[in-house]
C-alpha cells in the first residue's frame, strides 16, 4: 500500500500567510523527508527528521512528526511567491535500503 | 550533498524505439535509484540500480522494458524501451549515501515525450 497520503491536494494563500501541509503514511518508519518541485523539475530536499524526533526547523520551514498518527505536516511561514511548488513528503520504505516511498503532494500557489 | 546531472534534459521520441538516460554524480554514492513521475503524478520507484550486479525493479517493472546500468559508483543508466506514448514521463535519478546515508539527492530529471 502507498505510503505519505497528503493532504491538502491543492493550496492557493496569499504572500506573507502561512502554508500547513499534511501527510499521512501507513507504516512505521526510520524517517520521513520533505521535497519541493519546481512546475516539474528535479526536488530539491528540504528537511529530513527522524522517528525519535518531533520537530525540525529550518529558516522558514517547521516540520512536526506525530508516530503515534502516522502523521507529520510541513508549515511554510510568511510565504513567498517563491514558494509556489509542489511538495512531497516520502517515507522509508523498509529499513536498510534507503529506499523511499513518496506521498501524493500538495500543489501551493501563493499569490502576489 | 551530490551534484548530480542527468542527460539529455528533455526527448521527444517515436513509438517502438528506446531511449537511454544517463546519471552522473560528482561523487561516489552508496545508492542510485530511477523514479518515473507521471505527468500530473506523484513519484514512483522504479528500481534500484546496484553497482556491479542486476539492477533490483519493483513490482510493476520489469527488466526488459527499463534496463539499467550502473559500471560503477558514480554513474548510472536507465533505458526505456519499446517505447509507447504511456511511457511519456519525467525519469529521475537519485542517490543516497552522501554525506547522510539516510537522505536522498535528485537529478533534475530527464522529461520524455513520446509521440
Known amino acids: 500500500s502507498q505510503q505519505g497520503e497528503e493532504d491538502p491536494q491543492a493550496l492557493s494563500i496569499q504572500e506573507g500567510e502561512n502554508a500547513t501541509m499534511n501527510c499521512s503514511y501507513k507504516?512505521?518508519?526510520?524517517?520521513l523527508q520533505w521535497y519541493r518541485q519546481n512546475s516539474g523539475r528535479g526536488l530539491v530536499h528540504l528537511i529530513l527528521?527522524?522517528?525519535?524526533?518531533r520537530e525540525k526547523h529550518s529558516g522558514r520551514l517547521r516540520v512536526t512528526l506525530d508516530t503515534s498518527k502516522k502523521s507529520s505536516s510541513l508549515l511554510i511561514t510568511a510565504s513567498r511567491a517563491a514558494d509556489t511548488a509542489s511538495y512531497f513528503c516520502?517515507?522509508?520504505?523498509?529499513?536498510?535500503?534507503?529506499?523511499?516511498?513518496f506521498g501524493t503532494g500538495t500543489r501551493l500557489k501563493v499569490l502576489a | 550533498s551530490a551534484v548530480i546531472s542527468q542527460k539529455p534534459s528533455r526527448d521527444i521520441c517515436q513509438r517502438g524505439t528506446s531511449l537511454t538516460i544517463q546519471c552522473q554524480v560528482d561523487?561516489?554514492?552508496?545508492?542510485m535509484f530511477w523514479y518515473r513521475q507521471q505527468p500530473g503524478q506523484s513519484l514512483t520507484l522504479i528500481a534500484t540500480?546496484?553497482?556491479?550486479?542486476?539492477?533490483?525493479?519493483e513490482s510493476g517493472f520489469v527488466i526488459d522494458k527499463f534496463p539499467i546500468s550502473r559500471p560503477n559508483l558514480t554513474f548510472s543508466t536507465l533505458t526505456v524501451s519499446n517505447m509507447s506514448p504511456e511511457d511519456s514521463s519525467i525519469y529521475l535519478c537519485?542517490?543516497?549515501?552522501?554525506?547522510?546515508?539516510?537522505?536522498?539527492?535528485f537529478g533534475p530529471g530527464t522529461r520524455l515525450t513520446v509521440l
Open positions: 540500480a546496484n553497482q556491479g550486479s542486476e539492477a533490483t525493479y
Open positions: 561523487s561516489q554514492v552508496t545508492m
Open positions: 516520502a517515507t522509508d520504505a523498509a529499513s536498510g535500503t534507503y529506499k523511499y516511498i
Open positions: 527528521i527522524r522517528s525519535n524526533e
Open positions: 507504516t512505521s518508519i526510520n524517517n
Open positions: 537519485s542517490v543516497a549515501g552522501v554525506p547522510s546515508t539516510d537522505t536522498q539527492y
